[in-house]
């Protein structure tokens, strides 16, 4: 589905760098931890929202 707003573990914002994220990783390249380290992310908490969340939006949207 979506990514989360809020890490559900210590509650920072973490929604706000998914799309950066998303761009770097899979089109640029990068290596996941870079950019996480470069968006600020630094609690493994947050971290795992963000590399664990797999985005099925477009797949579920034709079925509302």
């Not at 950066?20 to 968006?39: C, H, I, S, Y």
Request: proline share 3%; charged share 30%; net charge negative.
């Amino acid at each position: 589905m979506m990514v989360p707003v809020r890490c559900f573990t210590c509650g920072n914002v973490v929604g706000e760098h998914w799309e950066e994220f998303k761009t770097r990783t899979q089109e640029d390249g990068e290596n996941a931890a870079e950019v996480l380290d470069d968006l600020g992310v630094d609690r493994h908490c947050c971290r795992r929202m963000l590399i664990s969340h797999k985005d099925l939006v477009d797949i579920v949207a034709p079925y509302q």
